[in-house]
């Protein structure tokens, strides 16, 4: 990670890696089984001005299954993308959708949500699905604790996140030395847990920053607490962690949420929030966000937002994306992704634009809570 500039405590930097290079701070579009729910292609993307794509390694090993993945040549070739990829390392999934599950050390057994079959993942297991797809980051397996938890099973779940950690690094080290490794230059990213305790968020925080990896992660936030806890929370590592490392927050969030985080020291995010908000109608403009459902834009001939130069924008009115929406017509779904989608990595360019000027707070104050204001 090159820092190119700050202004206070936001970053303006860049993130190299075999796949291309990331302008920081950046947004990850989420696809989760290799595809942006929505009607998304990769050409899509890289037309929104997309830079990194996450996609996850829990669904993606149940269904098609990473042997596939790595048959087709890794994640890249088999969606046609040449960017950087993420994959998530299916530890959330994990917890939040499989129907059974029983830790232990060694791992997790669990029961696919998809067919209820059981399933054994743990450290070494998610290095070995991310090494076949092929993914440009892999993310450390943790395990994600229910906010709020007791301290006690906090600090031995984020010791025990510690232990697998190593067991992360040690394996992804093995995995990219062997001769049919998709991507030999795989890197890893840590994951800092520790619910909303900061002294156990700070000692794994420093555990974890002299172990040396590719990039670290915030996790177990944006997970049902106020984001006065979660800006806290953030507040509280950031000091602890590398200077010369990217830094991630994971599943995070709305515009305000990434506008205040970078002021406190992130620099990459992602969220299901453009693409998910965007098929049922909710869309985000410069002047905050409008329901499309809404009966006052059944006549409403003018685009989503005038600023934008979105497909969506630049070619359809809110009337007849409208239209499409409460029709069920596929169009519709893919117009108002693609708009949310634009709208999120433009805001991410205005951001490092904002930092580089060394007028960061100037926009914190004009834009933290206008976008995340229901017009």
């Known amino acids: ?37 929505g009607g998304l292609s990769a050409q899509d993307l890289k ?27 890794g994640l890249h070739k088999f969606t046609n993308w040449d960017a950087p990829i993420l994959t998530d390392s299916g530890g959330f999934q994990v917890f939040s959708l499989a129907k059974l599950r029983n830790i232990k050390e ?13 399933i054994f993942m743990g450290p070494e297991e998610s290095m ?6 092929g993914s440009t980051v892999a993310m450390a397996f943790d395990e994600c604790v229910k906010n709020p938890a007791p301290y006690e099973y906090a600090k031995a779940s984020s010791e025990r996140t510690i232990r697998w950690l190593q067991r992360c690094k040690d394996e992804i080290k093995r995995l990219n030395s062997l001769p049919d490794t998709v991507n030999k230059n795989q890197l890893l990213f840590g994951i800092n847990q520790g619910c909303c305790f900061e002294d156990i968020r700070i000692e794994n925080m420093k555990i974890i920053a002299d172990m040396d990896l590719d990039g670290y992660a915030i996790g177990g936030l944006a997970v049902g607490e106020p984001k006065e806890e979660m800006y806290r929370i953030i507040g509280e590592v950031e000091p602890y962690m590398p200077k010369d490392k990217i830094r991630y927050l994971m599943g995070v969030g709305t515009p305000g949420n990434i506008i205040t985080a970078v002021r406190l020291g992130v620099d990459l995010f992602d969220c299901v929030m453009p693409s998910r908000n965007a098929r049922h109608g909710h869309l985000f403009t410069w002047d905050g966000i409008i329901n499309l459902n ?20 630049k070619n359809y009115s809110k009337a007849y994306i409208r239209h499409l929406l409460k029709a ?13 989608l634009h709208f ?20 914190y104050n004009k834009y933290v809570n206008k976008l995340d204001t229901r017009i």
Do not use: W
């Open 344 to 363: 999120y990595n433009n805001l991410m360019k205005h951001i490092r634009f904002a930092i580089e000027q060394d007028r960061y707070d100037e926009f």
């Open 294 to 313: 809404n009966a006052k834009y059944i006549e409403d001939f003018s685009p989503i937002d005038s600023r934008c130069n979105c497909e969506a924008c």
């Open 328 to 340: 069920g017509e596929m169009l519709g779904m893919r117009l108002a992704v693609i708009h949310n």
């Open 47 to 73: 037309e929104n001005d997309c830079q990194i794509m996450l996609s996850n390694t829990y669904h993606l090993h149940l269904r098609p299954g990473d042997e596939i993945i790595k048959k087709a040549g």
């Open 1 to 37: 990670m090159k820092i190119l500039t700050t202004d206070g405590k936001a970053r303006r930097g860049e993130f190299t890696t075999v796949h291309g290079t990331v302008q920081t701070p950046a947004f990850q579009n989420v696809a989760t089984a290799a595809a942006i729910k």
């Open 128 to 133: 070995r699905i991310q090494s076949n797809l």
């Open 106 to 118: 060694e791992g997790v057994t669990f029961a696919s949500h998809i067919d209820g079959r059981k």
